[in-house]
T-cell receptor, first 114, second 116 residues
Framework: ETGVTQSPTHLIKTRGQQVTLRCSSQSGHNTVSWYQQALGQGPQFIFQYYREEENGRGNFPPRFSGLQFPNYSSELNVNALELDDSALYLC?????????????FGPGTRLTVL | AQKVTQAQTEISVVEKEDVTLDCVYETRDTTYYLFWYKQPPSGELVFLIRRNSFDEQNEISGRYSWNFQKSTSSFNFTITASQVVDSAVYFCALSEAEGRDDKIIFGKGTRLHILP
């Protein structure tokens, strides 16, 4: 148990719809990162938030957006869903100290786009 | 560019055998971190180890051991006396220390089957 929770567990959407995924960080962690894991692949970095500001972004289009709240929980929003967005979405929390930044992952949200 | 290669897509061994998972990485950074994560069927990534690029000492934790060799850019993971519960997908990963974010670059994973 990492203390990182995600909701919902599973989600089915149709192409063109919008989706919001949620993540609650481990207590005391100020940084959250989001990853997309397609079937049979390793996770791919989407973006990271540190103290409510975007702190880095991977190679994902602008229709992938995020928010981090004052309590350090986070949302991942995806607009205009495409079939290729079907994946496991993982969030990870960490404490950005520059010394011990290990990311601890939640159980993920499995998104299916039909 | 950073890259992590796990050449073994899938491995099957009989319980109690030892098994080594290979990992080769590429980076231009002088300071970086290497990781191993385990992903059981439930999907959650379980953190196993984090290694600083300046620390080349091998590490042992119970039945798990890690061999970091900077000269060959490898960070291999050995499970001794494997058990059925070790069955999972294992990811090797890399993170740079000098960037703004600490994004993790993952390999494609090695699926390990431990047969009873």
């Amino acid at each position: 148990e990492t203390g990182v929770t995600q909701s919902p567990t599973h989600l089915i959407k149709t192409r063109g719809q919008q989706v919001t995924l949620r993540c609650s960080s481990q207590s005391g962690h100020n940084t959250v990162s989001w990853y997309q894991q397609a079937l049979g692949q390793g996770p791919q970095f989407i973006f990271q938030y540190y103290r409510e500001e975007e702190n880095g972004r991977g190679n994902f289009p602008p229709r992938f957006s995020g928010l981090q709240f004052p309590n350090y929980s986070s949302e991942l929003n995806v607009n205009a869903l495409e079939l290729d967005d079907s994946a496991l979405y993982l969030c990870a929390s960490s404490l950005n100290t520059g010394v011990e930044d290990t990311q601890y992952f939640g159980p993920g949200t499995r998104l299916t786009v039909l | 560019a950073q890259k992590v290669t796990q050449a073994q897509t899938e491995i099957s061994v009989v319980e109690k055998e030892d098994v080594t998972l290979d990992c080769v990485y590429e980076t231009r950074d002088t300071t970086y971190y290497l990781f191993w994560y385990k992903q059981p069927p439930s999907g959650e990534l379980v953190f196993l180890i984090r290694r600083n690029s300046f620390d080349e000492q091998n590490e042992i934790s119970g039945r798990y051991s890690w061999n970091f060799q900077k000269s060959t850019s490898s960070f291999n993971f050995t499970i001794t006396a494997s058990q059925v519960v070790d069955s999972a997908v294992y990811f090797c990963a890399l993170s740079e220390a000098e960037g703004r974010d600490d994004k993790i670059i993952f390999g494609k994973g090695t699926r390990l089957h431990i047969l009873p």
